[in-house]
């Protein structure tokens, strides 16, 4: 039987037993929560020992306290993923999107020790010249969720859902709504997501095998060509980077096999 994990957020743990497979712990992004991972997971759970939490402010987890909000709700999140990963009991690997990747990328700098090493699709951490807190921001994440808050029930929610991603799988369809139906509004209407340490930095100081994977549609990135032309300049050899053609933000989702394919071979190479 799997040890409780002390924390107040949602976890939940599928895959290999723990103890009998290395650790994997998934960091969702903005708006998605932990049951947003089914292709992972199926893909994965008889490699790994999964850990899947709801982050802070997202699913089932508790909702940000005002204090919290004041002191950058980024960090908040950097410090739940940093005690879930103390009490795995080894090194995990880290597999972060968007905001996840921010958090994910942050703690493997902060706390090296306790990763393995990093999956990154399309990762947000702040920017060079990105306000740390921007309400217009938060209006229009809140904006873009709208539909689905205003679903009528599960078939108008998945209608919406198919009409918004139809090249998502049908099994991230559903689950993505409903988290998107479950967030904190007053954490988003804050507009302060991020962790506060910016990414050329965290890109030039990270020392645990890295991978970023990202798409090809500049509108959509995060990880755009300007981005990349700046990682490689930063020549952090712990870092590479996968563009996967034809995707967007959400690589796992439009190309699921070029993305496993990608970060199957990467982690192959991490001892």
Not at 122 to 135: H, I, N, S
């Amino acid at each position: 039987m799997s040890q409780e994990i002390r924390t107040d957020l949602t976890v939940r743990r599928a895959g290999q037993p723990e103890g009998q497979a290395p650790p994997m712990l998934f960091l969702h992004g903005l708006t998605d929560s932990g049951s947003g991972w089914p292709s992972a997971e199926a893909h994965w759970g008889s490699s790994y020992a999964l850990v899947i939490p709801d982050q802070r402010g997202h699913g089932t987890s508790p909702r940000f306290t005002e204090e919290q909000l004041a002191g950058h709700p980024g960090e908040v999140m950097v410090q739940d993923a940093t005690g879930i990963l103390e009490q795995l009991g080894e090194p995990a690997v880290v597999v972060g999107h968007s905001l996840g990747g921010a958090v994910a990328l942050t703690v493997a700098v902060r706390r090296p020790e306790l990763v393995r090493a990093l999956v990154l699709e399309d990762p947000a951490p702040l920017g060079p010249d990105d306000e740390q807190r921007d309400p217009a921001h938060g209006s229009d994440v809140l904006a873009g969720i709208n539909a689905s808050l205003e679903a009528r029930d599960d078939d108008d929610l998945l209608r919406i859902r198919r009409e918004a991603h139809p090249d998502w799988p049908e099994d991230e369809l559903l689950v993505t709504g409903i988290a998107e139906q479950q967030m904190d509004l007053r954490y988003l209407a804050y507009g302060d997501f991020k962790p506060t340490t910016r990414w050329p930095e965290l890109f030039a100081t990270v020392t645990v095998p890295t991978l970023v994977l990202s798409g090809d549609d500049m509108g959509e990135v995060v990880m755009t060509d300007e981005v990349e032309r700046a990682l490689n300049e930063i020549g952090n050899a712990h870092v590479r980077f996968v563009r996967i053609p034809a995707s967007a933000h959400c690589v796992r989702r439009e190309h699921p096999h070029a993305f496993f394919d990608a970060v199957d071979t990467f982690l192959s190479t991490v001892r």
